[in-house]
Structures are given as structure tokens and as C-alpha cells.
């Protein structure tokens, strides 16, 4: 299985992403998509530090 996402559309605050889910033959078996507000907080993944 392979996941692919990407940022559809993008304005100053507003972001659309979409992801779709292949299997071993290529075939699509999911997609999804979002829509995320820039926010005023950095976030950073579980386990990252901060140099």
C-alpha cells in the first residue's frame, strides 16, 4: 500500500489537502480530504525537539 497527499488549495490561511491510498496493483481502495486553518501555534510531531 502506498499513501500520496498533496495541498490542493492554498490561500494566507486556509489549506485543502487530499491523500489517496493504493494497494500492490495500483488500485485506489481510499481517498480522503481536508480542510485545515493556519492556527497561531507552531506544531511539531510526537518526539521532535526544538535546536
Known amino acids: 500500500?502506498?499513501?500520496t497527499g498533496s495541498?490542493?488549495?492554498?490561500?494566507s490561511r486556509l489549506f485543502v489537502a487530499e491523500a489517496v491510498?493504493?494497494?500492490?496493483?495500483e488500485?485506489?481502495?481510499?481517498?480522503g480530504r481536508g480542510t485545515f486553518m493556519r492556527g497561531a501555534l507552531l506544531w511539531y510531531p510526537?518526539?521532535?525537539?526544538?535546536?
Do not use: P, Y
Not at 7 to 11: A, C, F, I, L
Open 1 to 3: 500500500m502506498t499513501a
Open 21 to 25: 491510498l493504493v494497494d500492490s496493483e
Open 7 to 11: 495541498v490542493v488549495q492554498q490561500s
Open 27 to 31: 488500485r485506489e481502495i481510499g481517498r
Open 46 to 51: 510526537s518526539g521532535a525537539t526544538l535546536d
